[in-house]
């Protein structure tokens, strides 16, 4: 998940294209969330697109909207998050094992906070084509929870649970900590496959 906004984003592993498990993951990420959520937009896949979510939506009060197909850019936030913070830190490998979704997930506890907390990044705030070429401006860099907090849109709850996360924690820590899981699930991916 991504807010648009701030680029704040967090992500959960599941196994296969089961909607329970989407749906399951999705509350607990909506439960998590530093602000209030009020929209779900989502791509077409089959484990997104159901009456069930439609009645997960209007169960917790949230306005639906959803991609037009084969229209890739209508997400375009989301699919940015999964080139950065998935397919360039765990690669285009299946992970379809128990075993490797519970690696992931550990994965993504790490990269979270380490990506929201500690990672600044730019956002395009004017673009001016000349000719063939487009130039781009771009505003101050600054991290995701930076970003929520110039809203003013996050919960205290959120704020002094993410304040003391900044205060304590150790980016270099949680780099090295990432480090070692990405290492751990690539010797266990070559032990999987074999010679």
Request: charged share 25%.
């Amino acid at each position: 998940m991504v807010d648009v906004v701030s680029g704040y984003s967090r992500r959960r592993a599941i196994l296969g294209h089961d909607q329970a498990g989407v749906h399951r993951e999705l509350a607990a990420i909506i439960k998590d969330w530093p602000t209030p959520v009020w929209c779900l937009h989502c791509d077409n896949g089959s484990e997104f697109i159901s009456v069930n979510l439609i009645s997960f939506c209007q169960k917790n009060n949230l306005t639906f909207t959803r991609s037009r197909p084969y229209k890739k850019n209508d997400n375009a936030h989301v699919e940015q998050k999964n080139l950065q913070y998935v397919r360039e830190i765990v690669g285009y490998e299946r992970y379809d094992t128990p075993e490797a979704v519970e690696w992931l997930n550990q994965v993504y506890a790490c990269l979270d906070p380490y990506a929201n907390l500690f990672l600044p990044m730019r956002k395009v705030i004017a673009k001016e084509r000349c000719r063939s070429h487009v130039y781009k401006k771009f505003d101050i860099a600054r991290t995701p929870f930076q970003r929520l907090v110039e809203t003013d849109s996050m919960t205290l709850r959120a704020r002094l649970t993410h304040q003391n996360q900044l205060k304590t924690g150790n980016p270099l820590e949680l780099h090295r900590q990432l480090e070692k899981l990405l290492h751990k699930g690539s010797s266990s991916l070559q032990e999987a496959i074999g010679p």
